[in-house]
């Protein structure tokens, strides 16, 4: 039996490799016909878009340093191109006369403060004991007129209290008076329909007797109706008496309201007055005690104003002295560059005119120009990036313009640009890459392998070993990356070179995925080996 199996095992091997020499001829054949393509799967990503702009660069911070004063320039420190500390000395004008100026304010001063001293005396002691004793004064006045509004002021609320009080009794007593109104005029209403029923009656009676008619009954209505009026005549009266009464108590009430109106009005009245009483003695307080507040601070006694008012002007004349004196020494107001220099040593220099020029170039402004498209994306804060001579700056857009130029009918948009130091120069053109477009959460393809035909974009990808070419809707596109809407996802295998087999329904074999080897799987071991290989053993 073993000896059987060993030749089946020969047989089943030499067929095995003949068949294998025919199928290798045939797939050398096949693999030959195969497009060799790298391939990339989408990765999702945001895609943007810069456009470039010609800006012009100028210093963040840019000064003009003009003399306040006319003279002869006597030191010149700085040049063109040295580098200044805000405060440095720039340049020095002769200030001779400015020093006697001030010489001359100081002696002016000394004598004022000569004058004061002489002028010191007991005065000050007694003006101060007057002040203090009418501030105590008006003090006791003010709580004095304090106490009183607060009195009228309750008084005013007693009052307005009893108004109410008494508008709520004025209610009642006039509901009380319309009632009692209504009740007499009803009577009365009343007692008429019965007295014109009693001439009613005696007119037809006499009428009837005049024609010998029998009135008897007409008699007894008569009576009858004249009871009703005996009846009516009392209550109407009762009625008319309560109906005054209560309109007299009406009357009463309003008398009372209009002399609580009129206490009202005099309480207001009061308070007006108090209150401005208690202003002018507020007023005349409050200059009091300013007065005594400055009295009691001053270096020189205020009884002699006359003096104090000379000390005052000659230390004005001692500070105007001074800042004169100042103008004559031009310090740099900032740090910076020094750009132009506009001033030599024993030469004139004006006042107003502009001496120096320095820019501070640690931070650099680049204005640039767009249209109202662009206009409306950019934003303050948006990233920017700026070239000059082929080095690159990256700033920051501080500013965009809200209104277009007449001419050019463009937004002027302001950024700016820190670390150029020198590179970039007052006034020069440079580029301004900012982005205008920006796609997020997008599929993205490397731009080479789009094709486009009729106006329509597609790729290819390899599905199962096959090129398949698919349609694809392009959303924006940079010079190396397009997004992609529609057509592909994730998974999607692109063909990422051109290759001349590139067709749709050709073979393809990956040689790379994202630019690594493609990962093979090893075959599984088949069941007729793993059966067949212990029986080889067994064989061998």
Known sequence: MNGKRCVLLGMTAILGMTATACSGSSEETEEAEKAAVDVVTPERGSLSTDTVYMGTAAPQQQVYVTPMVSGTVTEVNFQVGDTVQEGDLLFRIDDEAAQLQLASAEAAYHSAEAGVQAATGGARDLQNYQTEQSIQQLRDSMNDVDESIDEMESNLGDLRDAGGQLSSAKNAAQAAADQAGTEYYTLQSELGAAEGNVDNLKKQIEEGQQLGEDVSALETQLVSAQDVVTQLQPKVAESKTAFDQAQAAVTQIDGQIAANESAKTQLKSGIDTAEDSRETINENLATAEQSYAITQNEVYPDTDATYAAQLESAAV????????????????????????????????????????????????????????????????????????????????????????????????????????????????????????????????????????????????????????????????????????????????????????????????????????????????????????????????
């Open 317 to 540: 004349g001692i500070d105007s002295a001074q800042m004169q004196l100042e103008y004559y020494t031009v310090e740099a107001p900032i740090s910076g560059v020094i750009e132009s220099v506009s001033v030599e040593e024993d030469q004139m220099v004006s006042a107003g005119s502009a001496a120096y020029v320095i820019s501070n170039k640690e931070s650099m402004t680049v204005t640039f120009q767009v249209t109202e498209e662009a206009k409306n994306v950019l934003a303050a804060g948006d990233p920017v990036t700026v070239e000059r001579n082929g080095d690159t700056y990256e700033g920051t857009i501080t500013e965009v313009g809200t209104m277009a130029n007449a001419q050019t009918h463009l937004f002027a948009v302001k950024a700016s640009v820190s670390g150029a130091s020198d590179k970039i120069p007052n006034g020069v053109t440079v580029k301004v890459y900012a982005t205008t477009h920006e796609e997020e959460n997008k599929l993205i393809i490397p731009y080479d392998a789009l094709y486009f035909s009729a106006g329509s974009a597609y790729v290819y990808c390899v599905e199962d070993g096959t090129i398949v070419r698919t349609p694809v809707t392009v959303g924006l596109m940079s010079d190396t990356q397009a997004a992609i809407e529609e057509g592909l996802s994730e998974d999607s295998q692109v063909v990422g070179n051109w290759s001349s087999r590139l067709r749709d329904g050709a073979p393809a074999e990956v040689v790379s995925v994202n630019g690594e080897p493609p990962v093979t799987e090893e075959p599984e071991e088949s069941a007729e080996t793993a059966e067949t290989a212990p029986a080889e053993e067994e064989a061998e």
